[in-house]
Every structure is written in C-alpha cells, then in structure tokens.
C-alpha cells in the first residue's frame, strides 16, 4: 500500500507557464480532495472530487486553475498561467469515503 | 473569527516535559483530525476523533462535542516531536466532507 502519491514534489515555472499536480490517491479510496498552504498560512480547502466528478470545488479560484479525477490516472490540479502568488505547497488528500483522510507528501511549486 | 482556533500559536518545552495543545471551533462537525506537519513535509494523520479519547504510543487526544473543544497532549516529550500540529475539522453544516484547519501550534523541543 503505497499510500497517497503526489508528484512532482517539486516543480518550478516560469510566470506565465502551466503547472500540472498529481496526485494517485490509495487503492480504494474513491474520494480526494485538493488543499493549499500559502507560505507562512494554514491549509486552506480548493477542490473535492470523486471519480469523474466534481463535488465541491467552492475553494477554488476563479480563473486559471482547474481539477480532474477521471476514470482512470490520477487527479490533476491544473494551474494556468501561474503568478508568482501561486507559489505554495499543494496537498492532496484521499479517504474511503468522508473522514479517513491520508495525505500526500505534497508538491511544493514556486513560480519565478 | 475562525471557525477553528488554536492555542498556543508557539509552544517551546524542554525534553521531557508533558506538553497540551488546545483546539476550539464553533460550529457541528462529525469528526476531527489532529496533523503533524514537519517543516518542508508532508502531513500525517495522528487521530480521528468523534468522541472521548484515543490513545497512540505518546500521545493522546481528548475531544468534549459539547464543549466544542480538543486537546492533544504529548507525554515525556522529545525534539523528534518539534513540529506543526494542526487541528481540523470537518462534517460541519457548511463545509461538509471538506477539512476545515486551524492556524497550527509550533512546538519546539529543547534537548
């Protein structure tokens, strides 16, 4: 069971590029969820999927980011034209259903 | 006002001391997380709390649904424990399945 796999743990973009996040959530686990950690602030909620779905994605901003949890891969958190504001830790979280969350490593994205 | 809140924002105990960390939040939840955040890290899941008390080596978390209040209290501390601890709630009227965090408690453990 290898657990919730994130990657890149680490990528770096230009301002104006693309930036893509992964995340495999663990076998079994049918729900993820997307979450943000600005430097120096607390986690903060962007986006819960289920296979093929979106179900929640009150956390997300408006424009340039968008999320994806198809029927096969992984989940996608997809930032377009990334700013240097979009530098932070991205984590990804999955459970079996509501509650029993194991986290990802995280990928951390700084954008020069 | 943040619908959870921690305290302390900073915490500095000497090795060996027992340590307690403190989470209120103001609305219904179903359940709540304490976390552990190393610096540069990823994120562990230390308990899952609907009610009473849970115990893992160390630690131990205590929740009062009716008081709105969690501690999570660090026994015989050590500096391996200096980390982030963060409280999170979730299952609340608005935020549904989603986690809802506090700000995190800094503990450093002085040998």
């Given at each position: 069971n290898a657990g919730v796999m994130q990657n890149p743990r680490h990528l770096v973009r230009r301002r104006g590029q693309e930036a893509r996040l992964r995340c495999s959530p663990m076998k079994g686990h049918s729900h993820v969820y997307w979450y943000r950690q600005l430097p120096e602030e607390g986690l903060k909620f962007m986006v819960y999927?289920?296979?093929?779905?979106?179900?929640?994605?009150?956390?997300?901003?408006?424009?340039?980011?968008?999320?994806?949890?198809?029927?096969?891969?992984?989940?996608?958190?997809?930032?377009?034209?990334?700013?240097?504001?979009?530098?932070?830790?991205?984590f990804c979280a999955s459970s079996p259903q509501a509650g029993g969350y194991t986290f990802g490593s995280g990928t951390r994205l700084t954008v020069v | 006002?943040?619908?959870?809140?921690?305290?302390?924002?900073?915490?500095?105990?000497?090795?060996?001391?027992?340590?307690?960390?403190?989470?209120?939040?103001?609305?219904?939840?179903?359940?709540?997380?304490?976390?552990?955040?190393?610096?540069?890290?990823?994120?562990?899941?230390?308990?899952?709390?609907?009610?009473?008390?849970?115990?893992?080596?160390?630690l131990i978390a205590t929740i009062n649904i009716q008081e709105k209040h969690s501690s999570l209290h660090i026994t015989a501390s050590h500096p391996r424990d200096s980390a982030v601890y963060i409280c999170a709630v979730f299952g609340g009227e608005t935020s549904g399945s989603r986690l809802t965090f506090g700000e995190g408690t800094q503990l450093t453990v002085n040998p």
């Open positions: 999927l289920q296979k093929e779905n979106i179900i929640d994605e009150s956390g997300m901003p408006k424009e340039r980011f968008s999320a994806e949890f198809p029927k096969e891969g992984p989940s996608i958190l997809r930032i377009q034209q990334v700013v240097r504001g979009d530098s932070a830790a991205y | 006002k943040n619908e959870v809140e921690q305290s302390p924002q900073n915490l500095t105990a000497q090795e060996g001391e027992f340590i307690t960390i403190n989470c209120s939040y103001s609305v219904g939840i179903s359940a709540l997380h304490w976390l552990q955040q190393h610096p540069g890290g990823g994120i562990v899941s230390l308990f899952m709390l609907s009610s009473g008390k849970k115990k893992h080596g160390r």
